[in-house]
């Protein structure tokens, strides 16, 4: 039940997170139309993790599909967004995990 939340919760982010750099950043909007299956892809990867976002704008290998141009607000949510996902799923599973160990 508590990975649905958090899997939905990163599905939701990212795509508000994507579809608002889409609609006001015009060079991400740029990158996007030449690169919208990476951006999918990791927009897939981001359901598990919402820092896979930050793999679009890594530059990793040089290559321009991995050179996405963020806006700060992006960043902002991402890092907000990781750090709410963090408390939902992994403060719950510890929650879990003590709750287990109290009743062995």
């Known amino acids: 039940m508590i990975l649905n939340v958090a899997l939905i919760y990163n599905l939701i982010l990212s795509f508000i997170i994507v579809?608002?750099?889409i609609k006001n950043n015009s060079e991400f909007y740029k990158w996007f139309k030449n690169n919208?299956?990476?951006?999918?892809i990791s927009a897939t990867l981001a359901i598990t993790d919402i820092r896979a976002l930050n793999i679009i704008s890594s530059n990793?290998?040089?290559f321009k599909f991995f050179n996405a141009k963020f806006s700060k607000e992006a960043y902002k949510m991402i890092l907000y967004g990781s750090l709410i996902s963090l408390i939902i799923e992994d403060l719950a599973?510890?929650?879990?995990?003590?709750s287990r160990k109290k009743t062995c």
Request: net charge positive; glycine share 12%; proline share 0%.
């Open 93 to 98: 599973q510890l929650i879990i995990q003590v």
């Open 19 to 21: 579809t608002k750099e």
């Open 60 to 62: 990793f290998g040089g």
């Open 36 to 40: 919208s299956k990476i951006t999918i």
